[in-house]
């Protein structure tokens, strides 16, 4: 693929870029807004959304040089490319304007995170002694005739090792939301694509945020503790002791303490998980990765309910706002869905035949062309 070609398929995609900063400005605006009307700075407390950006922004950079070898080592047809096939790569695909806009997104989505951690913390500030976790309850024994959908998976599916499945699934989260934002930023041929996603998911912060400001909740493991006594301990055992712990602090001193971080309604870790299956699907990607994240999403959903964080309404809603979230991005980053599906079907549908036929000429796999695998 010569470079004029690169340039053509991959025209620099600011809209997206801009997007996602905008979404970031007005999350932190308004953090600074609210947190103030309590009484407390917006702040980073213990630095982790500048550890998280740091630590992702070392694991994309390390990706980037994997995707600059495997392309190299496509177009020179064996697994070691020289030096000058390498920079050739990485000249063509690893622009400035590439570089500047994977860095604005990740800027972006972290600046999102750290307002919405502080918007989550005053929630309690903001709507004292206002908790719907009864009425969250009350739904679900509705959904399920009168039973307790948590009883019904522990009856169902038991305890044990099951528990320490879901647990570690559970606890997987913080890897594989990073994870997936770094993989479509970096192996994306169309950063658009990638850019709208991440866009999504900073949408999911803010509407996460909004959701707990709606109905004030806790989640059945500290509604009911003793629906969940029966489980082994596990990581999330410990961590939602943490949490609890956490937030009693932060109400007897949020001046002092780390901000609290326990709200049930609506499940971000549905919405970011539907989000992420629904964005692969709908932009027609590989079909082994869309099947992983449609479980992945399976999965999580049993782990909420199962381990106690949510409430089954809290997971219908965070579907409703995982789709929510991706259409605003869509029309925020003017990116084409179904445009998208369609070129990625046509690509797949000539790919078996072009490396084939490359390879028969003798010819070299164009860089970023995909191979038979």
Do not use: C
Not at 42 to 71: C, K, N, Q, S, T
Not at 80 to 100: D, K, Y
């Amino acid at each position: 693929m010569t470079t004029q070609t690169m340039s053509s398929r991959e025209a620099q995609p600011w809209r997206g870029v801009v997007a996602g900063l905008l979404v970031a400005v007005a999350t932190v605006v308004a953090g600074v807004v609210m947190t103030d009307h309590v009484g407390l700075p917006l702040r980073d407390p213990d630095h982790v959304a500048a550890l998280y950006l740091g630590l992702v922004g070392l694991g994309v950079a390390m990706l980037v040089g994997l995707d600059i070898w495997v392309r190299a080592a496509r177009r020179a047809g064996r697994p070691r490319p020289s030096r000058q096939q390498l920079a050739s790569v990485r000249r063509e695909r690893w622009t400035t304007g590439r570089a500047l806009a994977v860095g604005g997104a990740l800027v972006g989505f972290y600046a999102t995170y750290m307002a919405y951690r502080n918007l989550k913390s005053i929630v309690p500030l903001l709507r004292p002694d206002e908790l719907f976790d009864r009425q969250l309850a009350d739904v679900d024994r509705d959904l399920f005739l009168g039973h307790d959908p948590a009883a019904l998976l522990h009856s169902l599916i038991g305890s044990g090792v099951t528990t320490h499945v879901l647990s570690a699934a559970y606890v997987a989260f913080i890897v594989f939301l990073p994870l997936t934002i770094g993989v479509a930023l970096v192996f994306s041929d169309r950063l658009d694509d990638a850019l709208l996603y991440v866009a999504a998911q900073s949408i999911n912060w803010v509407l996460g945020a909004a959701s707990y400001f709606l109905l004030p909740s806790l989640g059945p493991i500290y509604f009911d503790p003793g629906a969940f006594a029966n489980l082994p301990a596990s990581e999330v055992t410990n961590l939602q002791a943490i949490l609890l712990d956490q937030r009693v602090a932060f109400l007897n001193d949020p001046v002092g303490s780390t901000p609290q971080s326990i709200a049930a309604f609506a499940s971000l870790h549905i919405s970011m998980s539907f989000t992420a299956a629904l964005a692969a699907q709908m932009l027609g990607v590989a079909r082994r990765l869309r099947i992983a994240l449609w479980v992945w999403l399976a999965v999580t959903a049993v782990g909420t309910i199962y381990l106690g964080w949510h409430y089954v309404v809290d997971d219908i809603a965070g579907v409703l706002m995982g789709a929510a979230a991706l259409g605003l991005a869509r029309v925020a980053t003017g990116v084409d869905l179904r445009a998208a599906r369609l070129r990625r079907q046509g690509e797949r549908g000539g790919a078996a035949v072009r490396p084939r036929a490359a390879r028969r000429a003798g010819a070299p796999v164009a860089a970023g062309e995909p191979s038979d695998a």
